[in-house]
T-cell receptor
Framework: DAKTTQPPSMDCAEGRAANLPCNHSTISGNEYVYWYRQIHSQGPQYIIHGLKNNETNEMASLIITEDRKSSTLILPHATLRDTAVYYCIVRVAGGADGLTFGKGTHLIIQP | GAVVSQHPSRVICKSGTSVKIECRSLDFQATTMFWYRQFPKKSLMLMATSNEGSKATYEQGVEKDKFLINHASLTLSTLTVTSAHPEDSSFYIC?????????????FGPGTRLTVL
């Protein structure tokens, strides 16, 4: 799986949009971008994934650049409960392998 | 999303004893389950992959005789930490994948906090 690079930490004010960047310059054509988050002392939670088109669900939006070398996860109206470590992972869809977690971004939502 | 449970959520044991952790997929059949562990302030590290009815595949550096994995059904996998020592204290997390989904998303359990005294 391709390697990803994320900033170690970010702050965001409650109610504002949180934009979390991820670089994946070595992504292959058949690899998807997945985002998970882990709230302290809990298991990771799936957020969203995409291949090349922008995606939106009830939790977040995913913006993937045209060259697919980077992406941004957007939490439109961050709340205190969104404080967590966010992991960007690239992997082949349908792959049977476990996930490789990097260090992620520790997002802290400030009141 | 699909629900995965783990039991127990927290366990404290004496050094030298064995501890069993259960991972269940509650509303779907999991052809593959994964076991991870996470040390404080670190990322999750994959320990092993288990497929129903076959032997688990362990990642490099993970002792198969120490971390026994059984995946006897499509909804249950167990991890047994044998002869536990303080350095095995960690947060153990399972995930379950469903081959019915093209994306083979993985759904994670809430984790089990193991403390070995």
């Amino acid at each position: 799986d391709a390697k990803t690079t994320q900033p170690p930490s970010m702050d965001c004010a409650e109610g504002r949009a949180a934009n979390l960047p991820c670089n994946h310059s070595t992504i292959s054509g058949n690899e998807y971008v997945y985002w998970y988050r882990q709230i302290h002392s809990q298991g990771p939670q799936y957020i969203i994934h995409g291949l090349k088109n922008n995606e939106t669900n009830e939790m977040a939006s995913l913006i993937i650049t045209e060259d697919r070398k980077s992406s941004t996860l957007i939490l439109p109206h961050a709340t205190l409960r969104d404080t967590a470590v966010y992991y960007c992972i690239v992997r082949v869809a349908g792959g049977a392998d476990g996930l490789t977690f990097g260090k992620g971004t520790h997002l802290i939502i400030q009141p | 999303g699909a629900v995965v449970s783990q039991h127990p959520s927290r366990v404290i044991c004496k050094s030298g004893t064995s501890v069993k952790i259960e991972c269940r997929s509650l509303d779907f059949q999991a052809t593959t389950m994964f076991w991870y562990r996470q040390f404080p302030k670190k990322s999750l590290m994959l320990m092993a992959t288990s497929n129903e009815g076959s032997k688990a595949t362990y990642e490099q550096g993970v002792e198969k005789d120490k971390f026994l994995i059984n995946h006897a059904s499509l909804t249950l996998s167990t991890l047994t930490v044998t002869s536990a020592h303080p350095e095995d204290s960690s947060f153990y997390i399972c995930s379950a994948g469903t081959s019915g989904s093209f994306y083979n998303e993985q759904f994670f359990g809430p984790g089990t906090r193991l403390t070995v005294l």
